[in-house]
């Protein structure tokens, strides 16, 4: 059964990691066609629009979608495959590759994985002017006057719902019981008691229709910490959108570097798959990008299609390539965000060899 993919290259240097990574899924011979809807700069010039219609439809008529990594140029497409496709839990695995160069003393074990609420939190983006708020006359809990008054400013608004956190703590919580059976949940519930305070209680009660599977719960600030002095103690950890966007960074950087950090965007009935890294534009044009985000990133894209065992063999092939280079000792067969000086052409080469 042949499955479809649309490829949206992305912006800067992440062309250059997805297009040895789509060569390398080709060559798995599993039956998949890959298509390219036209987005960005290129499709504003030949069809007047950055993201037409056309492009639209070859998405929605794809299996999946795999995504490069946005700039801005083809950021209409990833709003359309996050609040179009309803893709709400942000999966980012944050799994030590043995060989990779992390900061961390004792790295080798580290597995976890962080989903994102991917929709709401302060991404809603309604965002403006302070004074536009006077009619609500809101006085804040700390400021003790009308915001409205406070001068020159900006407001955001940050919306946690009921439903959007039942869902994606669900979601979690099934991962977890597909794993270790032990979900972690990461608010700002001491100071925002309305929001995460709300989002924290959802995930309590979502708790109790599963009791097989360990829950606990820490401010963010907290987790930060605990997530690199001890990492290993955590399973999978839910939290809102953007303590997940910068926490998933910052787990990249215990792991070694952004170009390890893939992800996946689920909902209900779409799914499609990106590095979480940026596109790395300092690089741009280089051939250096570390491809593993990208190839992870296909990795799981594989898993969700079906292909199971493939998935598997692309992972294994990476953490091949990432042992050899322990074993002999240098970083040199690697990318130089790991110390090494190959290009991404030569380690895609190591891992087509590896596979
Ligand atoms: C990510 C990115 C995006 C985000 C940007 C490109 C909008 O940082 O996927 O983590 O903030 O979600
Ligand atoms: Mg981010």
Not at 72 to 96: D, E, F, I, M
Not at 153 to 182: C, P
Not at 249 to 272: E, I, M, P, Q, W
Not at 282 to 288: K, T
């Amino acid at each position: 059964m042949i499955k479809t993919i649309a490829v949206i290259e992305g912006d800067d240097a992440a062309p250059e990691a997805v297009r040895p990574t789509i060569e390398l899924l080709g060559k798995l011979n599993i039956g998949l066609e890959f298509v390219y809807p036209a987005v960005g700069e290129a499709a504003e010039r030949e069809t007047g629009s950055a993201f037409p219609e056309a492009s639209r439809q070859i998405i929605d008529d794809a299996d999946t979608t795999f995504f490069g990594s946005t700039s801005g140029n083809t950021g209409n497409s990833l709003r359309y495959l996050r609040w179009g496709k309803q893709t709400y839990a942000n999966v980012r695995p944050c799994l030590h590759l043995p060989g990779c160069a992390s900061p961390l003393k004792d790295p080798d074990g580290i597995d976890f994985v962080i989903v994102r609420e991917n929709l709401e939190d302060l991404y809603v983006g309604c965002e403006g002017p302070i004074g536009d708020l006077a009619p609500l006359r809101l006085v804040g809990r700390t400021v003790r006057r009308p915001v409205h008054e406070l001068g020159e400013g900006k407001y955001a608004i940050k919306i946690i719902t009921r439903e959007a956190t039942e869902r994606v703590v669900r979601f979690a919580f099934g991962l977890a019981a597909k794993r270790r059976n032990h979900l972690t949940c990461a608010t700002k519930h001491n100071m925002l008691r309305g929001s995460d305070g709300f989002f924290l209680e959802v995930a309590r009660e979502v708790a109790a229709e599963y009791p097989d599977v360990e829950f606990d719960a820490f401010i963010v600030d907290d987790f930060a910490c605990r997530m690199i002095r001890e990492p290993k103690r955590f399973d999978v950890v839910v939290m809102p959108n953007l303590y997940g966007d910068i926490l998933s960074d910052a787990a990249g950087g215990l792991l070694g570097s952004l170009g390890l950090a893939a992800s996946g965007c689920f909902g209900d009935d779409y799914a499609y798959f990106e590095p979480a890294h940026g596109t790395a534009p300092d690089i741009a044009g280089r051939n250096i990008i570390n491809p593993t985000a990208t190839l992870l990133s296909a990795s799981m894209m594989l898993d969700h299609l079906g292909f199971a065992r493939e998935a598997l063999r692309l992972r294994d092939a990476l953490l091949r390539v990432y042992a050899a280079a322990r074993d002999a000792g240098t970083p040199d067969t690697l990318t130089p965000d790991q110390g090494g000086n190959a290009t991404t052409t030569e380690f895609c080469a190591a891992v087509t060899a590896a596979l």
